[in-house]
């Protein structure tokens, strides 16, 4: 039996340690463990992480030499809580019990010495949670250490979208995400648990329906996928017939929105022999009509000369690259993203970004299309990209159609970047 509180103890110690992806770390979760107790520890291990800035400050100015890994992790359990019973005032009595559990944990996951130090601190963490959020205008320090962000990645979304619309990302980022889910079969009624959002197609779970939504996911009639997927698919418009290629395809959900899109036509998904080819695998095995084929390569080698081998063409009616990036969209979703970043990456992402869109070029037909996209929200791996391509030899070739740019705190979904490029 999966008890949750502890087992989130374990696992935040882990983070703490090793700096886990936390996905791979809630996956070590055992398989048999469903029900309430699993997703309590889920919530309160992506809820510490979520927070850690802030609750790592709190406690550093209240425990001046850093105990063991497992009192830090019984500590940040228990300010997680407390941040969350801030921010529900009208419960009174809800302070006493953390304090009262945390501390009979303590006896149990640590030591009788370190309980009564979990007992002093968190006493003293609960007034830590109580004071007003900064000022938009206030320092990124200040907005970096409530809103759990590093001070340099404030800065520089400042200095891009300027205070106000920082701190709405800011606050965004720090709330729990929706599940969202995508209905695959327009003729067939859909459940009416699953709540209708303003995109098409896409609803939203609501918690505690897992025994509705397994049996859907399982016949393929719902697919978990955030509404802002649709915008590069939406760009590349898939049509009936066409040869389409999919780079950076794993897991798989824009391939399967591309072949749910065109009905019918060929299906190149391209991308490397990781953990989630299986996903992506599993993906092309639902698409229906359409002819999927699998190929695991890297798209800066000689994807053209494994493309042959397969007997696939080398040109496509449209080719679609999503590549990989900072992650600076869909930081609601992953939440220890901003600890991993560094402000080198900047620099890092766009060079290869460059040199993915370059690759990808090769592949599209005569009045093709290619459509970049990536799920950063940041200028460098964005526009300035899109922009240094077309200056090169390869992008000469290409004109700028369209392109479409998703803020979280305006379009209430996953963030990102679009461009739709055509051969001339």
């Known amino acids: 039996m999966l008890s949750a509180w502890p087992t989130a103890v374990h696992l935040t110690g882990r983070w703490l340690e090793r700096r886990e992806r936390v996905d791979a770390l809630l996956e070590t979760l055992p398989a048999g463990a469903t029900g309430s107790e699993r997703s309590r520890c889920q919530h309160l291990v992506l809820g510490v992480v979520r927070h850690h800035g802030r609750i790592d400050a709190a406690i550093g100015r209240l425990v001046p030499r850093p105990p063991r890994t497992v009192t830090r992790a ?68 200040e907005l970096g250490e409530y809103f759990s962000h590093p001070a340099w990645l404030v800065r520089s979304w400042q200095a891009q979208f300027g205070p106000a619309a920082t701190r709405a990302l800011l606050e965004w980022n ?47 009639k719902l697919y978990l996928q955030d509404p802002a997927t649709r915008i590069p698919v939406k760009l590349l418009s898939p049509r009936p017939d066409e040869t389409l290629l999919d780079l950076c395809a794993a897991p798989g959900g824009k391939a399967l929105l591309i072949a749910d899109t065109m009905q019918r036509g060929r299906l190149v998904a391209v991308d490397l022999p990781t953990g989630r080819i299986d996903r992506l695998r599993d993906n092309l095995s639902r698409t ?19 493309l ?29 993203v901003k600890w991993r970043l560094q402000a080198g990456d900047f620099k890092k992402h766009p060079r290869q ?31 300035h990209v899109v922009r240094e391509f077309l200056g090169t030899r390869a992008g000469a070739a290409f004109t700028l159609e369209q392109s479409v740019s998703s803020y979280p705190w305006n379009d209430r979904h996953d963030g990102g970047g679009a461009f739709l490029l055509r051969r001339t």
């Not at 149990?108 to 959020?133: C, D, M, W, Y």
């Not at 459940?191 to 897992?210: A, H, I, K, S």
């Not at 007997?311 to 939440?335: F, Q």
Request: net charge negative; with cysteine.
């Open 74 to 141: 019984i500590l940040a359990v228990a300010a997680f809580e407390l941040i969350e019973a801030a921010a529900d005032p009208a419960d009174t009595g809800r302070t006493a019990k953390i304090v009262h559990h945390a501390v009979g944990q303590a006896k149990t996951l640590a030591s009788p010495a370190e309980a009564r130090l979990i007992n002093a601190v968190v006493r003293k963490l609960s007034a830590a949670f109580h004071g007003p959020a900064p000022a938009p205008d206030a320092s990124a320090e």
């Open 174 to 220: 720090q709330q729990p995400a929706s599940v969202h889910a995508r209905w695959r079969v327009p003729g067939e009624p859909v459940p009416e648990f699953l709540q209708p959002t303003q995109w098409e197609g896409f609803y939203v779970l609501p918690p505690g329906r897992w025994s509705d939504v397994e049996p859907l996911l399982k016949q393929g």
């Open 288 to 306: 229906g009509a359409v002819e999927p084929a699998l190929v695991q390569a890297d798209v800066l080698q000689d994807l053209a000369g494994i």
């Open 308 to 336: 042959r081998q397969h007997k696939l063409s080398s040109t496509y009616d449209g080719v679609l690259i999503d590549v990989p990036c900072s992650n600076t969209g869909v930081m609601r979703h992953r939440v220890d």
């Open 353 to 383: 970004q460059l040199a993915m869109l370059s690759a990808a070029a090769r592949f599209v037909g005569p009045r093709g299309r290619l459509v970049y996209s990536t799920c950063s929200i940041d200028t460098e791996e964005n526009e």
